[in-house]
């Protein structure tokens, strides 16, 4: 793990990765998008409205994705002080909350024709809600200090209280009596869903998670760089 | 532990020689509570309705208040540190601290809510119920409200910041404490709602003021 606390090792590595990820995002998001869009069938209650899962679900699951790897960066921030899991951390922030964004936008858009309402205060979606605000809060969190240092380990702290939130959202609908359905990709005893729907949602699951690769990559590298500006104005003020 | 008395004490003495604090945040949940007939119309029925929620959201807002500074003056005239250098470990500074909160800003809200239970035309039935939720309640609204104070110390614009972070937290103790008295209302037992909100206390009494004190030590550094 401290190979990688070097940032320039991790640029070279960065720069090796993000021309892949990048390609691969586009690729899968143009396939996963056709597929999702066109080739696939309609449900036979819901008609095409189904096609709002293909976003809806893996904007659900990366919202989550990503606040875990939030927090286990958090972690690994706090008892190592690995100086690149503070950044990870403050640069994933913005990328997992536009996901949840999405997740609630596209729920809130799917539950209008399906369920006749655009929310429900239901276990699922206030609980998703809560995790939005834990984002909010967290990147409110980080830029409010002098010193960006003390406020990622503000941060830091932030996010290990939350993580108590995540097992609460994924059995939410287990746990409570909801209008939203329960879990029926990831259980323990296979996924219900058709494999002609099925396929694409996976699709398009992957090309979430390496446009948030991209992105996250991007985001620590612009971030290590103005480090070094910073540091190198400071040196120059100080001559 | 006599040490961790004593810290409580001093905590007391010291709100109570300034005497603001207590007394602010009664009246704040008082007016807080008056508004409501204001807003939605004197209406017995409705104001009987919406009563456990106003006065827990009333609750909520009132013990916010007094939070920013629960650390805050310590940290400015430099007590903190000299707290942090102590032999008592700073996670007992943190639920001294929590708890002196609570007796200062927590315990006159339960004495003050049987009286707005009866300006809001509340049923009597969920009188027990009401004292009872918020004894459980406001402890662990002052447990995780020290999170917060101890995050956004020396933050530019704690006072706001702390309550964007704190009230999303808050919001379980809202659903149990208000579905407590509602469930009382309705002839329901309050019996699950009364365990999960003792459930979230008793997971929040050692949690909280670890992280409290892990925020703190970041702040002393």
Redesign the interface.
């Known amino acids: 793990m401290h190979r990688f606390a070097n940032p320039a090792r991790f640029q070279r590595l960065a720069t090796a990765i993000l021309p892949w990820s990048a390609g691969a995002t586009v690729v899968l998001l143009v396939v996963g998008l056709y597929f999702s869009l066109f080739a696939s069938p309609p449900d036979y209650q819901q008609g095409d409205t189904v096609r709002i899962m293909y976003i809806h679900v893996p904007a659900a699951w990366m919202s989550l994705f990503v606040y875990t790897n939030m927090a286990i960066a958090a972690a690994c921030g706090?008892v190592w002080k690995h100086p690149l899991a503070d950044l990870f951390a403050k640069a994933a922030a913005p990328v997992g909350a536009g996901f949840t964004a999405i997740c609630l936008i596209t729920g809130s858009l799917w539950g209008a024709p399906m369920w006749g309402t655009w929310w429900v205060w239901d276990a699922r979606l206030?609980s998703v809600l809560?995790l939005f605000?834990?984002y909010?809060?967290y990147m409110?969190?980080v830029n409010?200090?002098?010193d960006p240092q003390?406020?990622m380990?503000?941060g830091n702290?932030?996010l290990?209280?939350?993580i108590v939130n995540v097992p609460i959202i994924k059995f939410s609908v287990e746990w409570w009596n909801t209008l939203h359905q329960p879990a029926s990709v990831m259980r323990m005893d296979g996924p219900t869903v058709a494999a002609p729907m099925l396929v694409p949602l996976l699709i398009m699951a992957v090309a979430f998670t390496l446009y948030f690769v991209t992105v996250v990559l991007l985001r620590l590298r612009a971030e290590i760089v103005q480090r070094r500006i910073q540091t190198m104005r400071l040196t120059q003020a100080a001559e | 532990m006599t040490r961790f008395l004593r810290l409580v004490g001093r905590d007391l003495r010291l709100a109570l020689r300034q005497g603001s604090d207590a007394s602010i945040a009664v009246m704040f949940f008082v007016l807080c509570v008056v508004l409501f007939p204001f807003g939605v119309g004197p209406e017995p029925n409705i104001l009987a309705r919406i009563a456990a929620g106003v006065i827990w959201v009333a609750a909520l807002l009132a013990s916010l208040l007094s939070l920013e500074r629960l650390f805050q003056t310590d940290y400015e005239d430099g007590s903190l540190e000299l707290l942090a250098l102590s032999p008592v470990p700073l996670e007992a500074v943190v639920l001294a601290k929590t708890l002196a909160h609570w007796l200062v800003t927590g315990l006159p809200l339960i004495v003050a809510a049987p009286i707005l239970a009866v300006l809001l035309n509340m049923d009597t039935a969920g009188f027990g119920t009401l004292v009872l939720t918020l004894a459980i309640g406001t402890p662990l609204l002052s447990l995780i409200g020290g999170i917060g104070a101890a995050l956004t110390l020396g933050a530019r614009r704690g006072g706001v910041l702390l309550s964007l972070l704190i009230l999303p937290l808050y919001i379980p103790v809202l659903i149990f404490g208000a579905g407590a008295i509602d469930a009382s209302l309705h002839g329901l037992t309050p019996r699950p709602h009364l365990l999960l909100l003792a459930g979230l206390l008793a997971a929040a009494l050692p949690l909280a003021p670890w992280a409290g004190a892990a925020a703190l030590r970041q702040a002393v550094e």
């Open positions: 706090l206030t809560i605000f834990l909010l809060g409110a969190l409010a200090f002098d003390r406020g380990r503000a702290v932030l290990l209280v939350g």
